[in-house]
């Protein structure tokens, strides 16, 4: 009964330990095609965003989720070196749409031989959309959407179900052991005692 018990045990550790290890996954370390910083048109074309927000945490980097408003970089990675040899623009509005929302910073297009965007505004609270714009034929054209100090519940959802259905398994295996007939008997034993 022993064995059993220590066996469903490690199960539900090694359970437990998978589920976990998947939500804490950090930005820097998937692949190009997970990164969900990265945008892609067409087959070669993609371009990447970082944002920084160096007075809260100087190391940090953070993509569609900004953890506090405030001063903001913006940094756009031209993966693609085609990129490099057109005029790209950057234009970051509050709310969603290009032309009627308010325009917090605007970047003219500009060749970037280097492949590196950079770029300084200043964000509340509430949602942003970042637009990359190339001139080229056909236009090139990427949209990032940006929530600023705002909770996002599908996220802590997902890092959040790991743990309880750890502690559901734990809990289960716990009902189950004190259930079994050899906890009955040595519970028995004891109280004739």
């Known amino acids: 009964m022993n064995k059993q018990v220590i066996q469903a045990g490690a199960s539900a550790l090694a359970l437990i330990a ?9 930005h820097g370390r998937v692949s190009l095609e997970e990164d969900t910083c990265m945008r892609r048109l067409g087959d070669n074309s993609m371009v990447h965003l970082s944002a920084y927000q160096p007075q809260y945490e100087p190391s940090d980097q953070y993509c569609t989720d900004i953890p506090k408003e405030g001063n903001t970089f913006l940094v756009v990675d031209l993966v693609d070196p085609a990129l490099r040899e057109i005029p790209i ?31 300084e505004t200043s964000l509340g609270k509430g949602l942003y959309t970042v637009f990359i714009t190339g001139e080229a034929v056909p236009p090139v054209y990427y949209q990032y959407p940006l929530r ?12 959040a179900i790991g743990p309880l259905i750890g502690l559901l398994l734990l809990s289960l295996l716990a009902y189950k052991l004190m259930q079994s007939s050899r906890v009955k008997r040595w519970r028995s034993s004891r109280d004739s005692e």
């Not at 998978?18 to 950090?26: I, K, P, Q, S, V």
């Not at 600023?148 to 890092?159: C, G």
């Open 18 to 26: 998978a589920l976990y290890g998947g939500a804490a996954a950090a």
């Open 89 to 119: 623009g950057i234009r970051v509005v509050r709310g969603t749409n290009e032309t009627e929302d308010e325009t917090v910073t605007y970047l003219r297009p500009t060749y970037h031989p280097d492949g590196v965007i950079k770029g």
């Open 148 to 159: 600023v100090e705002m909770i996002n519940y599908a996220k802590t959802f997902r890092s």
